[in-house]
């Protein structure tokens, strides 16, 4: 896997939360179509991805902030 700065990384993991938070009151408000789920799962898949390469890297970098802290939760 290409390597990334860890800021880098941080700010995916932050754009992609929002950009689920967003889709889901989308499909919430029930303005949507089947390939608003698809694209949910998508997107869910990329946070999942990013998770764990954020974990391995947490693994041997101080000072990163909580997982949770980045995305919300």
Known sequence: MPEIKNRTMLI???AVAAHIRAMREEL???DADAEDYV???QAVEAA???ERAYDAE???VLNMPPYDDLVGG
Do not use: H
Request: aromatic share 0%; proline share 0%; charged share 35%.
């Open 12 to 14: 995916a993991i932050q």
């Open 58 to 60: 947490a693994r041997t």
């Open 39 to 41: 694209l949910l799962e």
């Open 48 to 50: 999942e991805d990013l």
């Open 28 to 30: 919430a408000d029930g």
